[in-house]
């Protein structure tokens, strides 16, 4: 399958045995009903979360192992040049499942990383968790899930992904678990390919499994 976007050179999205719902054009309005109304869906689905994400945040539930967290992507963070204004068009929300049990390295915009995940849409009637579009995992009971003995983790540059995810990764640990809601303007915009359709909220349950630094071999 063709990649999406220049920044999506490492994370190829693997073609599922489904059929994509069609798209007439890239203004995310599908034939199908399931997927009707797209665009404005997913920003009401990224703005629910993000309302949870701030308050969650703004009550210093820190301790909590569900806590969640918003970051914005270091290039709109505020400038003596530029005042900022947080919108969710420029907000990755994140949720922690798992922290690393001792303190790991977190990665820069130039390191590489391997990080096991999958990624989903919104959920929606037929695809309660959100239809899978790509993963590094394996397909068990019916959904694909992470599997320490059988998934095996993908590596990329983290400046050669989405801005949502590289903004995601720039704030994990190694040994951390999250689930990621990356918006539309932070994901893959207007792009489409197989069952990722325009606009579309881009849903990440991942783990980041090791970090090397510039110069430096996942290998080593």
């Not at 990624?119 to 993963?135: A, E, I, Q, W």
């Not at 903004?167 to 207007?190: E, N």
């Amino acid at each position: 399958m063709r990649k999406i976007l220049n920044t999506l050179a490492a994370l190829a999205l693997v073609v599922l045995p489904m059929a994509m719902a069609s798209c007439s054009d890239n203004t995310g309005e599908s034939d199908d009903a399931e997927f009707a109304n797209w665009r404005n869906r997913n920003a009401a689905f990224y703005d629910s979360l993000l309302a949870v994400a701030r308050t969650d945040v703004a009550q210093a539930k820190a301790a909590h192992p569900d806590n969640w967290q918003a970051y914005t992507p270091w290039r709109l963070l505020p400038s003596f040049s530029k005042p900022f204004a947080s919108q969710s068009t420029d907000t990755v929300v994140a949720r922690v499942i798992e922290s690393a049990a001792t303190p790991g390295l977190t990665p820069y915009y130039t390191d590489s990383v391997r990080v096991n995940y999958i990624g989903h849409l919104m959920p929606t009637k037929s695809y309660p968790k959100g239809r899978v579009f790509d993963h590094s995992g394996v397909y068990e009971n019916e959904s694909y899930v992470f599997s320490a003995q059988y998934s095996t983790p993908t590596s990329f540059a983290v400046s050669n992904l989405v801005e949502g995810y590289t903004t995601a990764l720039m704030h994990m640990q190694v040994g951390d678990r999250w689930l990621v809601y990356i918006p539309q303007q932070l994901g893959y915009r207007s792009s489409a390919s197989g069952v990722l359709l325009p606009y579309s909220t881009l849903c990440f349950d991942m783990q980041l499994k090791k970090v090397a630094r510039k110069g430096h071999s996942l290998s080593e």
